[in-house]
């Protein structure tokens, strides 16, 4: 299984077997990154109204386009191209500088070359019962460890205490690409953490397997493409 990085929340999964699967892309514009080029078969939004987070229509291939935030409201569980699909509802910070009210989006969870991933979308606010576990049994976490415009990271760290996922990536973290200005830069998130238990992968596309993932919870601190 081959992940990659292209910044904010959006993530390329290309596994050994099953479809190709882009999260959560962005406008380019907006966010600062570099356009997506890669083709998927499969793409997952937190929600459909966030140039941020939603724009399934800028990805090559014809994708199948799942909505987490429909599936949340919606029974929570939906197959798209045979992968089952499970979301949670969330919402944005509550004093978001660009929304009167906070949006509505969803935080998802999929299995890929068995692998069991969670994206927690663009929740900001601290997690509820339920939400929190909602990530338990997490193998892969795509966590937000930005703090402003996202949930706080001591609402972050409760949750990832609690739940114990085998392999954290941050994203939607300041960068010198994006660059809210209150939005923290990766170190704020790494002091939560052990030096000896964080991993940087010096490229925007890593490699990882099941059977290589550790046994307690590790960092893998991710370069976005260029």
């Given at each position: 299984?081959?992940?990659?990085?292209?910044?904010?929340?959006?993530?390329?999964?290309?596994?050994d077997?099953?479809?190709?699967?882009?999260?959560d892309?962005y406008?380019?514009?907006?966010?600062?990154?570099?356009?997506?080029?890669?083709?998927?078969?499969l793409?997952?939004?937190?929600?459909?109204?966030?140039s941020?987070h939603?724009?399934?229509?800028?990805?090559?291939?014809?994708?199948?386009?799942?909505?987490?935030?429909?599936?949340?409201?919606?029974?929570?569980?939906a197959?798209?191209?045979?992968?089952?699909?499970?979301?949670?509802?969330?919402?944005?910070?509550d004093?978001?500088?660009?929304?009167?009210?906070?949006?509505?989006?969803?935080?998802?969870?999929?299995?890929?070359?068995?692998?069991?991933?969670?994206?927690?979308?663009?929740?900001g606010?601290?997690?509820?019962?339920?939400?929190q576990?909602?990530?338990?049994?997490?193998?892969?976490?795509?966590?937000?460890?930005?703090?402003?415009?996202?949930?706080?990271?001591p609402?972050?760290?409760e949750?990832?205490?609690?739940?114990?996922?085998?392999?954290?990536?941050p994203?939607?973290?300041?960068?010198?690409?994006?660059?809210?200005?209150?939005?923290?830069?990766i170190?704020?998130?790494?002091?939560?953490?052990?030096?000896?238990?964080?991993?940087?992968?010096?490229?925007?596309?890593?490699?990882?397997?099941?059977?290589?993932?550790?046994?307690?919870?590790?960092?893998?601190?991710?370069?976005y493409?260029?």
């Open positions: 299984m081959k992940v990659t990085w292209y910044g904010h929340a959006a993530f390329g999964l290309n596994p077997s099953g479809p190709r699967v882009i999260t892309p406008t380019p514009e907006g966010v600062g990154y570099a356009p997506i080029t890669d083709s998927a078969d793409v997952m939004i937190s929600s459909d109204d966030d941020a939603c724009r399934a229509d800028l990805i090559a291939g014809e994708p199948e386009v799942v909505n987490a935030l429909t599936v949340a409201q919606n029974g929570g569980v197959m798209a191209c045979g992968v089952e699909i499970t979301a949670i509802e969330a919402a944005e910070w004093y978001h500088p660009e929304h009167e009210v906070p949006g509505h989006n969803g935080m998802y969870r999929f299995t890929l070359d068995g692998i069991k991933f969670a994206h927690m979308g663009d929740v606010n601290p997690l509820s019962d339920a939400q576990a909602f990530f338990e049994e997490t193998d892969v976490l795509f966590a937000l460890a930005g703090g402003y415009l996202t949930l706080e990271l609402d972050l760290m949750m990832i205490h609690r739940t114990r996922p085998r392999l954290v990536i994203m939607h973290f300041r960068t010198l690409t994006y660059k809210p200005r209150n939005t923290m830069w170190e704020s998130f790494l002091s939560h953490f052990k030096d000896e238990d964080v991993d940087f992968a010096f490229g925007a596309t890593h490699a990882i397997t099941r059977d290589e993932l550790p046994e307690r919870t590790r960092v893998l601190v991710m370069d493409v260029r």
